[in-house]
């Protein structure tokens, strides 16, 4: 008994180490994409939840503000924005003594003028001479920044950085892209299944070698072949019908080959008994088989559109790379090169470019799997 | 690309799609219903209307692509002038596709072993927990993300600063607490291809794990309760009974990452562009694609050698598939 909660200790912790290896990059990543992007830069995302000392300089109001009260002038105001909850520690007036001054304590200038700071970030500064500063004076400050997050490295990636149109640009390549090739195999497959015509066998052999030739063989005459259909009709070679075009063929073998095997799996006699009764193919394949794929199609649907999400040299070599075409994938890897440094636009883009993917493949798992293992092994 | 041109552009695709077959067949419908009085069903036109576009798009876009690579190959940059080996020669002796296909050879052997191997204790691991399914959907889920999404979680992982700067990404800052220098990990040859590799088995161990854990259910109980009442222990049993079963499996799933490590290049593309020694043979083709204008010439060898690599799964495939229709 002893040796078999040993066993099972041992399960459970290797189990869980796997599974904290695997989830801690995509963890990182979300977390950092709410992150302020000042602290991002400087601190790892695992100090998110922790409370962070960190060094600001604000400016106080200008003398415009001063209200005079029995010869005694005052700047009243509040230098931290109260949404964030922060709370000085100390602070200083200069850049050489950051800390020179507790909060609370008050602080003497030059011109003798007293300044006092408070936790929440208020501070009253009264002089007996009327204040003429232009600008606001300067104040270093040390505070306690509790954990904070902000939608607002969301709003510049969607809309400053091009990030949301990639993504209706993506939406346009990938649905006619999975909904093209669908209704073109599954006429192909039902075909390859329960017709006779010449040439079946070879065909569906044909099919079965495409399977597993990459891509890369298919891309140097294509490319040449849009070059010249755009310069024949004097129009740019590159659009979403070309690469919609693409996906199809690059989608088919796998397609086609997945429907196939579950369609030829159908029951005959049912199909023997409506060909008895007069039904031509098209009414059995409309009829019977449609309604009776539907799992089968949800399973390669998901595929051949996460395939097509996820796909980046089709959409580099097929598409233009300017805004109204870039897809989300060659996005990211211009942004990769030009926003290298900043986190914050590259970790929200990237979370961006996953939400679909990942609602798909939590809502819809048990399709995606069974796709997944009856046919990964696309071209 | 607006919302609304999306909805024209979608509604237009599906359209023109379906109705082609739509209206074909109700045209043969009516022909045949013209030509004979005894309506027919065995109609020998229907077959090629249901596949003719497919057949098209085949030809179109894989079968003539592929024949034209095949040719081009033997020709200049341009593709017009014959230079018979030229291509083949220049390659052996440059040194970049020299490294590529070592690197190649590299990710080769070490990803689809790794995937292959993870997976299949994770499976086995899993399917004996009650937690098991949280878990394997947790392996599983770097499968629904773009490589080149990965590619930026992981270079999120591998970022690195100066040593004595906070380190913001997660391996230096492990590094460096356990009391070392932090490394720029992407600019260390060799090492830099084992840490590009890691991205490619964080992605396909899910999918190892899923077929292995679909093949493990098949495995007979009774043959486990026999091993555990003879007193083998659970290495034992998961080296001389799991594996040797799972022999199929294995193979399957070798092949299967072994064609995807053939062809990587979104991760080397998005990572490193092929810097620092981690140049693979797809990035390498699209560099030369479009490198000094496009050499078709060199671009088709590259993706030759890649097809010659998948040319012995494509014909175990073929092989497999006949035997699977005689039964």
Redesign the interface.
């Known amino acids: 008994m002893k040796k078999n909660v040993l066993t099972s200790i041992i399960t459970n912790l290797l189990l869980i180490t796997f599974v904290i290896v695997w989830i801690i990059p995509t963890v990182g990543l979300f977390v950092s994409s709410f992150r302020d992007k000042d602290l991002l830069a400087t601190s790892g995302w695992w100090t998110t939840f922790k409370t962070n000392k960190v060094n600001e300089i604000y400016r106080t109001k200008t003398s415009e503000y001063q209200i005079e009260e029995n010869g005694m002038f005052f700047i009243k105001g509040n230098l931290l924005d109260k949404n964030y909850g922060k709370k000085i520690v100390s602070y200083g007036i200069t850049s050489k003594e950051m800390n020179k001054f507790k909060v609370n304590e008050i602080a003497i200038l030059k011109d003798q003028s007293k300044i006092e700071i408070k936790e929440n970030g208020e501070y009253l500064w009264k002089s007996e001479k009327s204040f003429e500063h232009k600008r606001g004076k300067r104040i270093f400050i040390t505070a306690l920044s509790p954990p904070k997050f902000t939608l607002d490295n969301y709003k510049e990636v969607l809309f400053k950085e091009g990030v949301g149109q990639a993504f209706l640009n993506t939406l346009t390549v990938a649905i006619p892209s999975t909904i093209i090739p669908l209704i073109i195999c599954s006429f192909f497959a039902y075909a390859l299944s329960w017709m006779k015509f010449w040439g079946r066998d070879t065909l569906f052999a044909i099919i079965v070698a495409s399977l597993v030739v990459p891509l890369q063989m298919c891309l140097i005459p294509l490319l040449s072949i849009y070059n010249d259909i755009g310069a024949l009709f004097n129009i740019g070679a590159k659009s979403y019908p070309g690469v919609w075009m693409a996906h199809t063929g690059f989608g088919l073998a796998s397609t086609t080959f997945l429907l196939r095997n579950f369609i030829k799996s159908l029951p005959h006699e049912m199909i023997e008994a409506a060909r008895v009764d007069g039904a031509t193919h098209y009414d059995i394949f409309l009829r019977i088989i449609l309604p009776l794929s539907v799992p089968a199609f949800a399973s390669v649907f998901i595929l051949q559109f996460l395939w097509v999400w996820n796909d980046l040299l089709v959409g580099l070599i097929f598409l233009d790379q300017v805004p109204s075409e870039i897809i989300l994938t060659a996005k990211l890897r211009e942004l990769l090169g030009s926003r290298g440094e900043n986190w914050e636009i590259l970790t929200t883009g990237a979370f961006v470019s996953m939400i679909i993917p990942l609602t798909i493949f939590f809502a819809l798992q048990r399709y995606f799997i069974r796709g997944l293992v009856a046919g990964s092994v696309k071209g | 690309?607006?919302?609304t041109?999306?909805f024209i552009?979608?509604f237009f695709?599906?359209v023109v799609?379906?109705s082609y077959?739509h209206l074909s067949?109700l045209a043969l419908?009516f022909i045949e219903k013209k030509k004979s009085k005894k309506?027919s069903?065995k109609?020998v036109l229907?077959?090629?209307i249901?596949?003719a576009?497919?057949?098209i798009?085949?030809v179109?876009?894989?079968?003539?692509?592929?024949i034209?690579?095949v040719r081009?190959s033997f020709f200049n940059k341009t593709?017009f002038e014959f230079v018979g080996l030229k291509n083949y020669f220049w390659a052996t002796k440059d040194p970049e596709f020299k490294r590529a296909i070592l690197n190649n050879l590299g990710w080769l052997l070490v990803v689809p072993t790794l995937s292959a191997f993870?997976g299949l204790?994770?499976a086995y691991?899993?399917d004996?927990?009650w937690w098991?399914t949280i878990?394997k959907?947790?392996?599983?889920?770097?499968?629904?993300?773009?490589?080149?999404?990965a590619?930026?979680?992981?270079?999120?992982?591998y970022?690195y600063r100066g040593p004595g700067d906070?380190?913001?990404?997660?391996l230096n800052?492990v590094v460096v607490s356990l009391g070392f220098e932090p490394q720029a990990w992407m600019t260390i040859p060799i090492w830099n291809n084992l840490f590009l590799m890691v991205i490619m088995i964080?992605i396909q161990?899910g999918?190892a794990m899923?077929?292995f854990s679909?093949a493990l259910r098949g495995i007979p109980k009774e043959m486990l309760e026999a091993a555990r009442i003879d007193g083998a222990s659970?290495l034992k049993i998961f080296t001389s009974i799991i594996i040797p079963y799972l022999e199929k499996t294995i193979l399957v799933i070798w092949?299967?990452i072994t064609?995807l490590v053939?062809?990587i290049?979104?991760i080397i593309?998005?990572m490193t562009n092929g810097q620092w020694n981690t140049e693979v043979l797809?990035n390498l083709?699209?560099d030369w694609?479009f490198r000094g204008g496009g050499d078709?010439g060199r671009?088709?060898l590259?993706?030759?050698v890649?097809?010659v690599g998948?040319i012995p799964?494509?014909i175990w495939?073929?092989r497999r598939?006949?035997e699977e229709e005689k039964t």
């Not at chain 2, 179109?60 to 592929?66: Q, T, W």
């Not at chain 2, 590619?151 to 992982?157: L, N, P, R």
């Not at chain 2, 906070?166 to 997660?170: H, K, S, T």
Request: charged content about 10%; aromatic content about 16%; hydrophobic content about 60%.
């Open positions: 690309m607006t919302v041109s999306l552009y979608v695709g599906v799609c379906f077959f067949n419908d309506f069903q109609s229907r077959p090629y249901f596949i576009p497919a057949v798009v085949l179109v876009f894989i079968l003539y692509p592929v034209e690579t081009l593709g993870f204790v994770i691991l899993a004996r927990l098991g878990a959907s947790i392996i599983f889920m770097p499968m629904a993300i773009s490589f080149v999404g590619g930026i979680i992981w270079k999120f992982v970022d906070d380190q913001i990404g997660f800052a964080w161990t999918l899923v077929i679909a659970e092949t299967i064609i053939l062809k290049f979104d593309l998005a797809a083709m699209y694609m078709s671009g088709s590259m993706a030759i890649i097809m998948v799964i494509m495939n073929i598939h006949k």
